[in-house]
Structures are given as structure tokens and as C-alpha cells.
């Protein structure tokens, strides 16, 4: 019993569901993309071969795949239940009108090609990047001389997939797992998992922007992933009027070999990168350079080390490659048995080599090494990408199904 007359409690045993946390932002979401008439170039620009799912179309599809990421549900049929109850608003939201089964869903991304896909992607590029920005608000940095330059971020993140354990007899036959045509046996880093996926993003650091997102199995293609993000970066700049060369990518060591740097050089676009191998500081101009004092002398914050900084001007990649500015930085190895994980120990020392073209007369050698490590800026961007995610939160088991969502 209450005893404040004030209070009145009515109940009912009438279901009254209550409405999910997430649908006012899909409300919102839906109706800036139909204020913008990007849901009419979705129903009219994406196309794809009829599949076996009755009587929708992609449009039906690609508001479920919308709606199962903003509601962040663990799973697919998770989602569907919650989604249940207020199906008849749903997809009105959408201008659709009936939505589709969990089946049809899975029936349409296992259909989905890569002209479908590409489409998509198309169509992406050419209604969000100009979408509320003009060349002067999109951000950039500028240089001791006066350039601009607009940096982009290509990183490539990981998702693991763990697989139970199955017998291994030659008389039983082999083994089918669903992973097999997304993921495959790769680098994992810290998660946990027996295949993985890698996906490399583009990211315009200056105003967080999506550039493009491109997947593939285990440790994937990134020299084809990073050729993808170079057309979707020149595409950004066409729609500005800005040259190529203002063009910046930061980029980390997996990137930092002689055939990839001559690619980015090819492309006509500014790099900064880690070097991924050594060899480079047994040149004779590196061995001259490193008997001078440093360029520059630094302290990390977060270990508060000092490091030094040479520059070692300008020197060709390899016999018939064009040259790049090579940066070194040098800190006091840690005492005998401790490993080091960042560079590499000769003597006393720890080397560490950073690869761009840059000019010299732009980026003094610590302006440089404070855009590489800048990175932590914008590192809260991909923070969602170190997250352990459960397999179920994928949707399709096939390539192109899963590179849509």
C-alpha cells in the first residue's frame, strides 16, 4: 500500500512495449538523409540482380543494416525482437512500408556484388563530403611557409573471430567454417580469436570525416586497400578544387616499405610514415649525420625521455626509386633484457626512422615528428576499432555482404 494520496499507479495486462533508447536517433537520422534526398538516390542509384528476397528492394535492406548500427544491439536477433513492436514506424521512417525477415536480410547480403557495393560507395563520396563544408571550413595546417596541407589518416584495424575447436580425423570430411569467405589466419594483436579481418579506413583528421572504410581477409591486401583510399582522397580534393599535393597521409610502419612509399609518391600526395625496415641507417649519409650533434632534442611526455632528432636530408628509397626525406630519432636503450618494443637497439642507443617529403624548408625535423605522434589527437576516432567485438555483431559471411554493412 502507498500512503501518499498524491500518488496514482494504473496498470494494465494490456503489453505496453517500451520504446528502445535508440530509436529517436534513427528518427533523426532518417529524416536529415530524406531531407537531402538521400534516400531517393539510394531507392533510385543502387541497383543489384534480384536475389531470392520477394518483394524488396535494397533500399528496405540498407535502412535494417542503418538501424541495427545506431542501435548498437549485440545481435541481429537481438535487434529484430526489440524492433518488433514498432515495426509499422519503422520503416514509414524510411518510406518504405513492410519490413522485411531476418531471413530476407540474410538472403540480400549473401546476394550483394561488388557493383551493388561499389555504387553505394559512390554514391557516399558524392553526398557526404561536401555536406555542409566549403574548402575554408574543412580545416588543414600550414606549413613554415604558408602551404596548406590537409592530412588523412589511413590506419588499418583489425576484428577477430574465435572458432571452436573440431576433430581433426582423416576419415571425417573437411571442415566448413562461415568465416571462411570474410575472415582468414592473420596478425590479431591484443584481441583474442583464431582468424581475423582487416579493414583500412581513411579519415580526414581536420574534421573527423569518413573517407572510405575497405575490407579483406586476414591481413589483407593493403597495398590494393591503400590504392582504394588514394582515389577516394583525390575524389575529396576534386570536390574542393584543391590539388592533389595538398594532399597529407599519415601513415603507420606497415606502410613504411620502398614499393608502398613509391606508390604514395606516384600518387602525387605528401606522406609521413615510420619506416618499416633499418637498412636505410647504414647508408654512408646517415653514419656522416649521426656523428653531429642532433637537429633537435625532445621529451616524450608520457615518459618524459629525452629523444634526439637528425635530419638526414634527402636520400633515393632504393637503386632506381625516387628519394625521401629520412628523419632519425634516438633515445638511451633501457637497460640489458628489457625488450624493446619500438625500433631498433645498436649500442646504447634506440633507433627509430621516419620516412616523408615533407621539405626542409617547411617542417623543421621535431614539426614532423610532432605530426606523426599527433596521430593521438584523433586516435578516439578509431578507438571503437580496439574493442573487442562479438562475432554475432557481424551480419554476413560473405565478402561483399559484410564490406556493405
Known amino acids: 500500500m502507498i500512503p501518499n494520496p498524491c500518488i496514482e499507479v494504473h496498470t ?7 520504446v528502445p533508447p535508440w530509436f529517436a536517433e534513427v528518427v533523426i537520422i532518417a529524416q536529415h538523409l530524406a531531407t537531402k534526398r538521400l534516400l531517393e538516390a539510394f531507392a533510385q542509384q543502387i541497383r543489384l540482380v ?9 533500399i528496405d535492406f540498407l535502412a535494417l543494416l542503418l538501424g541495427y548500427a545506431i542501435s ?5 536477433s537481438e535487434f529484430f525482437d526489440s524492433l518488433a513492436p514498432f515495426q509499422t514506424a519503422f520503416m514509414p521512417l524510411f518510406g518504405r512500408r513492410d519490413l522485411p525477415h531476418r531471413s530476407s536480410l540474410s538472403r540480400f547480403l549473401a546476394t550483394v556484388d561488388r557493383p551493388c557495393l561499389e555504387a553505394f560507395r559512390t554514391l557516399f563520396q558524392q553526398q557526404s563530403f561536401k555536406e555542409g563544408w566549403t574548402a575554408e571550413t574543412i580545416g588543414g595546417i600550414f606549413d613554415r611557409q604558408g602551404r596548406r596541407y590537409l592530412v588523412f589518416d589511413v590506419d588499418a584495424t583489425r576484428q577477430a573471430a574465435r572458432q571452436r575447436a573440431l576433430p581433426c580425423d582423416p576419415a571425417l570430411p573437411a571442415a566448413k567454417r562461415r568465416f571462411d569467405a570474410v575472415c582468414a589466419p ?25 573517407i572510405g572504410t575497405y575490407g ?14 588514394l582515389q577516394a582522397i583525390k575524389t575529396y580534393l576534386a570536390h574542393f578544387a584543391l590539388p592533389t599535393e595538398a594532399a597529407l597521409l599519415r601513415l603507420d610502419g606497415q606502410y613504411g616499405d620502398a614499393v608502398v612509399i613509391a606508390q604514395l609518391m606516384e600518387a602525387g600526395v605528401h606522406l609521413i610514415t615510420r619506416g618499416r625496415t633499418y637498412r636505410m641507417l647504414e647508408r654512408p649519409q646517415l653514419q656522416r649525420v649521426l656523428t653531429h650533434p642532433p637537429s633537435a632534442r625532445v621529451t616524450a611526455l608520457n615518459t618524459g625521455e629525452v629523444v634526439e632528432l637528425f635530419d638526414g636530408g634527402w636520400l633515393p628509397l632504393d637503386e632506381g626509386l625516387p628519394q625521401v626525406r629520412v628523419i632519425v630519432a634516438r633515445h638511451a ?4 633484457g628489457r625488450k624493446v618494443r619500438v625500433g631498433k637497439r645498436i649500442g646504447e642507443w634506440v633507433y627509430e626512422l621516419f620516412i616523408t617529403t615533407l621539405p626542409i624548408d617547411g617542417f623543421l625535423v621535431e614539426d614532423a615528428l610532432d605530426l606523426y605522434h599527433g596521430r593521438g589527437a584523433f586516435e578516439a576516432v578509431l578507438s571503437d576499432e580496439d574493442v573487442e567485438e562479438d562475432p554475432d555483431r557481424w551480419c554476413s559471411y560473405t565478402e561483399c555482404g559484410q564490406e556493405l554493412y
Do not use: C, I
Open 12 to 18: 494494465s495486462p494490456v503489453d505496453h512495449p517500451a
Open 50 to 58: 534480384r536475389g531470392r528476397f520477394g518483394r524488396y528492394e535494397p
Open 72 to 76: 548498437g544491439e549485440r545481435t541481429l
Open 186 to 210: 592473420g596478425y590479431k594483436g591484443r584481441k583474442r580469436g583464431e582468424v581475423v579481418r582487416t579493414r583500412t579506413t581513411a579519415l580526414q583528421m581536420h574534421t573527423r570525416q569518413w
Open 216 to 229: 579483406n581477409r586476414g591481413n589483407g591486401d593493403y597495398q590494393g586497400e591503400l590504392a582504394s583510399a
Open 333 to 336: 636503450a633501457p637497460p640489458a
